[in-house]
């Protein structure tokens, strides 16, 4: 039995029972006999009709007006219902419910509404459409997936399963992938990757006390370990962090997942343990996190386990001393950080949320608010092309928060006189991409057609300055349009563009 929800039996029924483990068992005379609804591996072929594995809650349920019986049944694929005792069974949660769990999340710079995400039993996906600044996806490869790393800014992509590497060429398109088995013992459940500095086509992995040089060759991953050994003695330890550092790669770091600090100045050919300092320990089976400054070399913030001692700390000497910076952060786990490419700002993913880190007052400071979710916060990837930091749940999928420049608004009346509105592309066809090079903070967006109707109309838009905005207009018929943008801060100055819509 899965869990102490898993055991249930029906209202109008008693004799009829139901269990759930892996698989979901149904029985019509009280236990005697038992039979299996379906096998989790039909799941993959029609989601709708098969149950997922892993049972974590059955129940039933009384329609007062009818008085027949539904029953639901919980699974780490999604909610199910049934109402002929589990004959039959359908999955309700396949469009609508925000409720993924993701252990990682990551998008592609060169167009960054392709949004690479990485699930606890939905596999590796990817955005398929996006249509009002939400996202719809597309699973690509069953399973659980995380730690995804890139050379070319997410044109090839690197990430891993519970077993073994894989490679994507052309994760955008085609998404090409070459699959290595995990190589020695004593690794995480989901251990650390690192992409290499320069070539797409190797990562480095943390393979137990060991990190392995893993390059892509022809149908298949190979694995080199690179011989030192990171446990310091314990032989529990693994590696559970990996990075380098943007402003000089030939300075790596390592951190083992009992808190030991390890770093090199020749990319990894040597390396130097931190003497004297117990850095915070790894999540059990995913790992803990480095971000190295990316405009001081030598400065680096890492971060994991801090519920007996401070969960991130600093060094500005290279890793030789470190210094706790958690002022503001309650007692938790820290699974990711990013930092904004200045350093003012760095974000955390936490166990009890957001949290983000001001620089110049030393302190954290609670994100969330009452805009987000109380969820465990298990990823964050500040996207510096679109000033956003997405964060991947675990649990309510992915929240993005934007930062906007901190210069005064410009009237559109400027941006009409300066020609700076730019629609692309066009003629358009489901999507259009609608840029100012100005930051307008309240703007509405209306569609016209020829005759002056209004077919699209968005409220509220904020404009950042060169980033442009996603317009879903998949819904018009092919011809001629009229876009505006109107100033939303009172003084009704507006912006009108044509542009055509393609078969």
């Known amino acids: 039995m899965f869990s102490n929800n898993s055991f249930n039996c029906a209202k109008n029924d008693p004799d009829r029972l139901f269990l759930g483990g892996i698989d979901t068992y149904r029985s019509s005379n009280a236990g005697a006999t038992w039979e299996l609804v379906n096998n989790w591996y039909e799941y993959y072929d029609n989601n709708e009709i098969y149950l997922h594995a892993d049972i974590p809650f059955i129940e039933t349920f009384i329609d007062p007006a009818t008085d027949e019986e539904v029953l639901l049944i919980s699974t780490d694929g999604g909610l199910y219902t049934s109402e002929d005792y589990a004959n039959h069974v359908t999955n309700i949660t396949l469009e609508g419910m925000r409720n993924a769990q993701y252990y990682d999340v990551y998008t592609y710079r060169e167009d960054p509404v392709v949004i690479y995400a990485g699930a606890q039993d939905q596999g590796y996906q990817r955005t398929a459409s996006w249509e009002d600044e939400k996202y719809f996806f597309d699973q690509l490869i069953s399973g659980d997936y995380g730690h995804f790393a890139s050379t070319d800014k997410g044109e090839n992509v690197w990430m891993l399963y519970p077993g073994f590497i894989t490679y994507i060429k052309d994760a955008p398109g085609s998404s090409l992938m070459t699959f290595g088995d995990f190589e020695g013992s004593g690794y995480l459940w989901l ?18 006390k060991y990190l392995y040089k893993v390059e892509k060759v022809i149908g298949t991953l190979d694995y080199t370990s690179q011989g030192f050994d990171f446990s310091n003695g314990d032989p529990y330890a693994a590696v559970s962090a990996i990075a380098y550092s943007e402003v000089d790669s030939t300075y790596w770091y390592v951190l083992n ?117 109380f969820q465990v916060y298990w990823s964050v990837d500040y996207v510096d092309e679109i000033h956003t930091a997405r964060f991947g749940t675990y649990g309510r999928g992915i929240f993005d928060f934007k930062m906007y420049y901190e210069e ?96």
Not at 201 to 207: D, L, N, R, S
Not at 315 to 337: C, I, K, Q, R, W
Not at 494 to 500: A, D, M, P, S, T
């Open 191 to 208: 251990p650390p990757l690192m992409n290499d500095p320069v070539d797409k086509e190797v990562c480095w992995w943390g393979g137990g």
């Open 257 to 373: 997942s009992t808190g030991v600090f390890f770093y090199s100045t020749d990319g990894g050919d040597s390396w130097e343990k931190t003497a004297s300092f117990d850095g915070p320990d790894s999540h059990y089976f995913y790992g803990s996190t480095i971000v190295p400054s990316r405009t001081e070399l030598g400065t680096v913030y890492i971060a994991g386990s801090g519920y007996s001692n401070p969960p991130v700390y600093k060094s500005t000497d290279n890793g030789e001393t470190f210094t706790a910076m958690s002022t503001g952060l309650p007692s938790t786990l820290v699974y990711d950080m990013a930092a904004l490419p200045n350093d003012s700002l760095i974000f955390a993913a936490t166990e009890v949320g957001p949290y983000i880190y001001v620089k110049d007052e030393n302190k954290w400071y609670d994100l969330a608010a009452d805009a987000a979710p």
């Open 408 to 503: 005064p608004p410009v009237n559109i009346t400027e941006i009409i006189f300066n020609n700076q509105l730019m629609i692309y592309p066009n003629p358009a066809t489901s999507n259009m991409h609608i840029t100012l090079n100005t930051f307008l903070p309240v703007a509405t967006i209306k569609v016209y057609d020829l005759h002056g109707n209004v077919l699209i109309q968005k409220n509220n838009v904020a404009f950042n300055k060169n980033i442009s905005h996603n317009l879903f207009i998949g819904a018009l018929d092919p011809g001629n349009y009229f876009i505006e943008i109107e100033d939303g801060q009172g003084n009704n100055n507006r912006l009108i563009e044509k542009f055509i819509v393609a078969n």
